[in-house]
């Protein structure tokens, strides 16, 4: 480690600062060896081939103390700024509750069958503008979901869940897996449309699409 105990310290020294969360607690001894093999003799002096380290590392605690105030840290902003009406425990107990249905809806991401690990973007650019779009669907998974089983409960209806029983409180992954299968057909006429209509809309189905509204009737052909 060099010739003389200060170079090795300067080794112990620059290694340490590379640790992040440690700190070297180092011993540092010299290595000798006598000339000759054999015992030696009483005037021998052993010469110092070198320098060897040993020690422990011992914990940097004010920096790990500094890093853990940082952690779970976050921001969460309102447009309400009245803390009488939306104390900062309500808030942040309201964003809990939103984080955890949004990573929820995004589980998908872990499906073997989405193929998360095929997607490549060259660009930050592309990978936002992913991300955005991303947000947008999950956002309109959220609100159709909410407003289906809104409508559910105001109705006193229920449709099937994965098992065949009644539910109240549909996913929308269960709602699209119901879906399957619905087709578009379209006659033509001298390049002309003279009819379009919706195939297989079985009761359930139907059921469905009415309770989602008007504007959902009519993407779906059925406003009369």
């Given amino acids: 480690m060099g010739d003389d105990d200060a170079s090795a310290q300067t080794a112990v020294t620059h290694w340490g600062q590379r640790l992040p969360w440690h700190r070297p607690l180092a011993q540092i001894t010299p290595v000798k060896k006598y000339a000759k093999p054999g015992r030696p003799s009483k005037d021998a002096v052993a010469q110092i081939l070198g320098w060897q380290v040993t020690g422990q590392l011992a914990i940097k605690e004010e920096t790990v103390e500094n890093a853990r105030q940082w952690l779970g840290r976050f921001i969460v902003a309102t447009n309400i700024l009245d803390e009488t009406l939306l104390p900062s425990r309500s808030l942040l107990n309201c964003y809990k509750k939103q984080s955890s249905s949004v990573e929820r809806g995004f589980r998908f991401l872990k499906d073997p069958m989405f193929f998360a690990d095929s997607l490549f973007l060259k660009s930050p650019a592309r990978i936002m503008a992913m ?18 089983r809104q409508q559910l409960a105001a109705c006193n209806e229920t449709i099937p869940d994965q098992k065949g029983l009644p539910t109240q409180t549909p996913t929308m992954r269960r709602v699209a897996h119901i879906f399957e299968g619905i087709d578009i057909l379209t006659v033509r006429l001298d390049d002309q449309i003279v009819e379009r209509r919706v195939l297989n809309l079985s009761p359930l189905r139907r059921t469905i699409i009415r309770l989602f509204g008007p504007d959902v009737e009519n993407s779906y052909l059925l406003q009369t």
């Fill in 131 to 148: 991300i955005m779009i991303m947000g947008l669907a999950l956002l309109i998974y959220a609100l159709a979901e909410r407003q289906l």
